[in-house]
């Protein structure tokens, strides 16, 4: 089992940038793949992006693409969301997630692939 905590939201204007952490508790941290997905209100929770065990391999929403980077640091247990050229519609509360197995074909892309998820992080991209 994993624990996990994000910080690193806050309020940005548009344009700007802000780095999501997670890190991540317990010694097994290189075998979970890892996402980011945000929930907007009135909305359901979308996918952001993943990245793989030993980051072998990284997705993003169609939306961020070229604007966010994941990242993961095995030695500090935690995983990145550098975010640049934020836009309003970017405001959400932005969640970590983790698990070690999935079924979907393809990448972790789905609220469904993972069992594990952090409290969430507040961001808020004012125009």
């Known amino acids: 089992q994993v624990q996990l905590v994000e910080s690193g939201g806050g309020l940005v204007q548009a344009g700007g940038s802000l780095r999501l952490s997670c890190a991540a508790s317990?010694?097994?941290?290189?075998?979970?793949?890892m996402g980011w997905f945000r929930q907007a209100p009135g909305k359901e929770r979308e996918f952001v992006a993943t990245i793989l065990r030993n980051s072998l391999g990284t997705a993003y929403a169609e939306s961020v693409k070229g604007r966010f980077t994941i990242s993961r640091d095995s030695a500090k247990n935690t995983v990145y969301l550098q975010m640049n050229s934020l836009k309003p519609e970017d405001t959400a509360v932005y969640y970590c997630?983790?698990?070690?197995?999935?079924?979907?074909?393809?990448?972790?892309?789905?609220?469904?692939?993972?069992?594990?998820w952090g409290q969430g992080t507040q961001v808020t991209v004012s125009s």
């Open positions: 317990g010694r097994t941290f290189s075998s979970y793949y």
């Open positions: 997630a983790a698990d070690q197995t999935y079924s979907t074909v393809g990448l972790p892309m789905k609220p469904g692939d993972y069992d594990y």
